[in-house]
């Protein structure tokens, strides 16, 4: 693809959720660097937890000032975005859930989808088929910049315990998914003690769920709690979880995942079915951590095989390329009133999906 001319554009970051913030942050730092104009239009959540980093001066707090800030593309990692904000409306997804059928799902707000990999990039161009008015850039997730770029000194300032084998357990949230009320009983039973381990929850997961797991004596684990999960996969040596997306963040450092109960692609780490099986498989990837090594790479090459760290300046470079050669937005665009109705609604009583 022919590379137009970026400095020209200029780009709202729309953020709701905390976990989001991440997926932002290298493509902050490629437009500060390039010296691109930008703003960030977001969550009083994210306001709270907003990267030091980041300048505060160009936060738009209203939504009249997110209009006369008149920008050319509007980013979003979330699954709505305000359709009164002008520019072209372009979705970085929220993570690598492929197994999960909302990851596909076509909500009408969006110009342009920038897929993870070959596999998402074939999903959305099924959907195109019957929404020819949305245009697909496979430019790999920029998060994935973030993780494979990260200070190696911020990971060794962690305050874990030196000597130890650190597990890393992060699972989903969802009823459909979620592991930890099996894994419960069974996790402080088989920790060893040559090994420490740490508890990262989704900040949607089950509050009373989260409290058992701060019972484990502090010698043996601790709860991770409003921090980022990427220093952390960098200090892991093992990850468990189910079907949650972050696998495949961890994937992206190369290394081994044991896995409960996945709902998709099962050999993608050490699957196992049963609470007894645990103990055992993680034994088995410490001792051989190469073992699903090519395993990891497959689908890793399906997902999302861009690890050059240059995501990020890629999709910038792209989208001023598809500016120059459409016409946004795109004929036949659905009016969608019924999911602008309630972007109105949730703006005016403050329940909204950016609050």
């Known amino acids: 693809m022919s590379v137009g001319n970026p400095s020209q554009n200029k ?33 009083q959540k994210v306001k709270n937890n907003f990267p030091k980093e980041w300048d505060r001066g160009k936060i738009l707090s209203t939504l009249n000032s997110a209009k006369k800030f008149n920008a050319d593309f509007v980013l979003c990692s979330g699954n709505f975005v305000d359709f009164r904000i002008p520019g072209i409306k372009v979705q970085l997804f929220h993570g690598l859930g492929i197994e999960k059928e909302a990851h596909f799902k076509i909500r009408h707000f969006f110009d342009i989808y920038l897929t ?3 596999y998402v990039t074939k999903r959305f161009k099924e959907m195109q088929e019957k929404n020819p008015y949305f245009l697909i850039l496979e ?11 990260y200070p190696k000194q911020d990971i060794k300032n962690l305050d ?18 979620e592991s930890a009320t099996e894994l419960l009983d069974i996790i402080p039973k088989i920790i060893k003690d040559d090994e420490f ?40 040596d093992v990850m468990v979880s189910d079907t949650s997306s972050v696998v495949y963040e961890f994937m992206a450092l190369d290394k ?10 099962e050999d993608k780490g050490l699957n196992i079915l049963d609470v007894k099986e645990l103990r055992p498989a993680l034994d088995k990837c ?6 699903f090594k090519e395993n990891r790479h497959k689908h890793l090459a399906e997902i999302n095989p861009a690890l050059d760290g240059k995501i990020s300046e890629n999709i910038i470079n792209y989208l001023a390329t598809v500016k120059q050669a459409h016409q946004f937005p795109i004929k036949g665009k659905p009016v969608n009133l019924f999911r602008k109705a309630q972007i109105i609604y949730h703006s005016w009583f403050k329940k909204g999906y950016l609050r």
């Open 139 to 149: 430019t790999g997730w920029p998060k994935i910049d973030y993780i494979l770029n």
């Open 116 to 118: 993870s990999g070959p």
């Open 160 to 177: 874990l315990p030196s000597g130890k084998k650190i597990i890393l357990y992060a699972p989903t949230f969802s009823s459909k998914h």
């Open 256 to 265: 081994p995942v044991v896995t409960f109960r996945t709902q998709g692609r």
């Open 286 to 291: 410490l001792q051989n951590p190469e073992e």
């Open 197 to 236: 381990w740490l508890f990262k929850f989704h900040e949607l997961m089950d509050a009373e769920c989260i409290k058992r797991f701060k019972n484990i004596a502090p010698h043996k684990g601790k709860v991770l709690q409003n921090v980022e999960i990427t220093p952390y996969l960098h200090a892991a």
């Open 11 to 43: 780009f709202i970051f729309y953020i709701a959720k905390n976990y989001s913030i991440p997926i932002f942050i290298p493509i902050e730092e490629h437009l500060k660097r390039t010296g691109q104009a930008y703003a960030f239009y977001v969550s």
